[in-house]
Structures are given as C-alpha cells and as structure tokens.
C-alpha cells in the first residue's frame, strides 16, 4: 500500500494550502482511516485530522487547528484532502497522512490504534 502526499509549501501567515493524500487503487479505500499527522523539529508527531469513510464516525480534529482546517475525502479518487486556512507560524511541520483499515478516525489521530501505513511527507512552512 503506497500513500501519496502532495501540496506543500511555503505560505505566508494567515493563508491557505490544500494537502492531498493519494492511496494506491488496488487497496480497498472504503476499509481505511485516512489520517494526517504532523511532526515539527524537536517536537513529537501529533495527528492533526483523520477521517473514515463510514460518515457516522465524525471526522477528528486536534484542538489547534479545529475552525481552521478541513479534512475531505473522495472515494473515487482514493484521495483525501487537507484544507488548511488562517495558517499560523506553528502550523510549520512536515506533514503525513497515514493510514489504517477498520479503525475510527480518534483511535488512529490519537494513536490509540495507530497507523500502519505512512506517506513521505510533505513540509509545510509558515513564515513572511
């Protein structure tokens, strides 16, 4: 199972960018929490939105970015979607999705269950 991670980047405070996430189609995507996780130097990796596709389990957000990132899926496209706005100086990280079959998008985020399977990583930078 391979996980694709584009669209990172430098921006300025207060801006935008849209993480995507890309699973290897011969996986069964429906199966898998698709999660996004961030690790800033000397800090340690904290998950920062996962999702199901079962739409009864509610998508989960670390408080930090709750209002101003947004976490989207679509099936057809094995892709999941990171919008991140109002971006702040400590949104810097470098960023991976990861992801884990028959699980819930809290156990995976908070690694209560974590995730089997990482991207490369994607680096987000926030600065002027």
């Known amino acids: 199972l391979q996980l694709v991670e584009s669209g990172g980047g430098l921006m300025q405070p207060g801006g935008s960018l849209r993480l995507s996430c890309t699973m290897s189609?011969?996986?069964?995507?429906?199966?898998?929490?698709i999660g996004w996780f961030r690790q800033a130097p000397g800090k340690e990796r904290e998950g920062v939105s996962c999702?199901?596709?079962?739409?009864?389990?509610?998508?989960y957000y670390t408080d930090s970015v709750k209002g101003r990132f947004a976490i989207s899926r679509d099936n057809a496209k094995n892709t999941v979607y990171l919008q991140m706005d109002s971006l702040k100086p400590e949104d810097t990280a470098d960023y991976y999705c990861?992801?884990?079959?028959?699980?819930?998008?809290?156990?995976?985020?908070?690694?209560?269950?974590?995730?089997?399977?990482w991207g490369q990583g994607t680096q987000v930078t926030v600065s002027l």
């Open positions: 990861a992801a884990e079959p028959f699980a819930t998008a809290r156990s995976v985020c908070t690694m209560n269950r974590p995730p089997g399977y």
């Open positions: 999702m199901n596709s079962d739409s009864s389990d509610i998508p």
């Open positions: 189609s011969e996986f069964r995507f429906s199966a898998y929490v």
